[in-house]
């Protein structure tokens, strides 16, 4: 008798499901959906670089769930993710948002201001290598959200780990870019996420696991 194949669990996502999850996560407040128009209608050519919209609620959550203090972000773009983020933190607590952008943050710190969390987050406009290597080499940040350029994801990688305390996440997207990872032949962003995932999974000081969240996203733990 022949064993029939295991039945594909993933459905389709149509435009109608896509609408039906983000009905059932926990809605944008009014600033974080003006922040995601505004960035579509002011940059429509970049406007691909800003979080999914179901993003925003999953990383507040974690760091809710976490209770991080301390998260730095690596790409801020105009600044969803981190006033995500920056909401969810205690008022005592500080991000770290790194991007290079002039332009693009400046309509994030408009909203942050809106949001009453402008004082959390320290926007530092410089390679974010440069950053990140400035920081305190001791073990002390909680959460990192990892969305920047794809070439330098693993150098990014290797300068977060050694400064993550035990139990604190790294969340690093589109490690699936746009399906291309799949492919050995991949060239540019997407042989570098392939080389970024093959990293992390041979990376005995993290726990991680890939998830088909937007574009893909990696979570791993500081053992």
């Not at 295991?6 to 926990?26: C, F, I, S, W």
């Not at 002011?42 to 974690?62: H, I």
């Not at 305390?165 to 042989?191: F, K, W």
């Amino acid at each position: 008798m022949t064993t029939p194949a295991p039945r594909d669990k993933r459905p389709l996502q149509t435009a109608e499901l896509y609408g039906y999850v983000l009905d059932h996560n926990p809605p944008l407040d009014p600033v974080l959906r003006d922040l995601v128009e505004t960035t579509r209608a002011r940059f429509p050519d970049r406007a691909g670089l800003q979080s999914a919209q179901e993003q925003g609620p999953m990383l507040a959550f974690l760091v809710r769930l976490t209770g991080a203090r301390r998260i730095v972000e690596v790409g801020t773009f105009t600044g969803f993710s981190a006033l995500a983020m920056a909401q969810a933190l205690p008022e005592d607590g500080t991000l770290i948002a790194c991007d290079i952008s002039q332009e693009w943050t400046a309509l994030g710190r408009e909203a942050w201001a809106r949001a009453g969390v402008a004082d959390r987050i320290d926007l530092r406009l410089a390679p974010a290598l440069d950053t990140l290597r400035a920081l305190p080499a001791e073990p002390e940040i909680d959460f990192v959200y990892l969305d920047a350029d794809k070439d330098n994801y693993i150098a990014y990688w290797e300068e977060l780990v050694p400064r993550m305390r035990p139990g604190g996440l790294i969340v690093a997207d589109n490690v699936l870019y746009h399906g291309e990872v799949a492919d050995p032949d991949a060239t540019g962003n997407a042989a570098a996420i392939r080389a970024f995932n093959d990293h992390v999974f041979a990376d005995d000081r993290m726990e991680s696991i890939m998830l088909t969240v937007a574009d893909g996203v990696t979570i791993a733990r500081r053992r």
